[in-house]
């Protein structure tokens, strides 16, 4: 059984698209995120919900909007394509709120978004 | 100034040898400090947390923190091919938030 799973695997689109990618963890954890990994491999947090609440927002575009309907799940809408959107995105997940000894963040596969 | 410093590498060492990977943070109030490894294509996994100053050890993996010189490292004894990889360093500053460095790759030479 996948502990983090995401849909889809792969995504391509074309600018100005708006998709979805979903993520759903069956670890009973309460904290979920969306981090975000350009192509330098540098890992970015953007949302972070915990039992369903929003947590941490970085400064990422209002296009980007998170939904949480519930705590094990974590979907991330974008509107509008654009190409610096291409990306791996990640979906994690930890049983507290990324501080102590409970917050080993597991990860989902990734989304490898590309945007023409 | 990058919250999470690390050397992009490549780290070239041969097999058997130690692996050191360094890690440096900017917020004196971060409590807490992990390392994760990441094969190509492939998500991130936990490799140690370590929360209090000194070493930590797991198995062929040692965690060090020193947090008065604001600095974690991870040694990896007996070094395998298959530990090539980048290594994440993650720095929790508080606020919830996990912040991660750019990554080391390293690459074990047979």
């Known amino acids: 059984d996948t502990a983090v799973s995401q849909t889809p695997k792969y995504l391509v689109t074309q600018m100005g698209n708006d998709k979805s990618i979903k993520c759903e963890q069956n670890?009973?954890?309460?904290?979920m995120y969306w981090y975000k990994q350009d192509s330098k491999k540098f890992l970015k947090i953007m949302f972070s919900y915990n039992n369903k609440e929003l947590i941490i927002n970085e400064t990422v575009p209002n296009r980007f909007s998170p939904k949480s309907p519930d705590k094990a799940h974590l979907n991330l809408h974008i509107n509008s394509l654009e190409l610096g959107d291409s990306a791996v995105y990640f979906c994690a997940s930890s049983q507290g709120l990324a501080g102590g000894p409970t917050d080993t963040q597991y990860f989902g596969p990734g989304t490898r978004l590309t945007v023409l | 100034q990058k919250e999470v410093e690390q050397n992009s590498g490549p780290l070239s060492v041969p097999e058997g040898a130690i692996a050191s990977l360094n890690c440096t943070y900017s917020?004196?109030?971060?409590?807490?400090f992990f390392w994760y490894r990441q094969y190509s294509g492939k998500s991130p996994e936990l490799i140690m947390s370590i929360y209090s100053n000194g070493d930590k050890e797991d198995g062929r993996f040692t965690a060090q923190l020193n947090k008065a010189s604001q600095y974690v490292s991870l040694l990896i004894r007996d070094s395998q091919p298959s530990d090539s990889a980048t290594y994440l360093c993650a720095v929790n500053g508080g606020y919830q938030k996990v912040t991660f460095g750019t990554g080391t790759k390293l690459q074990v030479i047979p």
């Open positions: 670890l009973g954890h309460d904290t």
């Open positions: 917020d004196r109030v971060s409590q807490s």
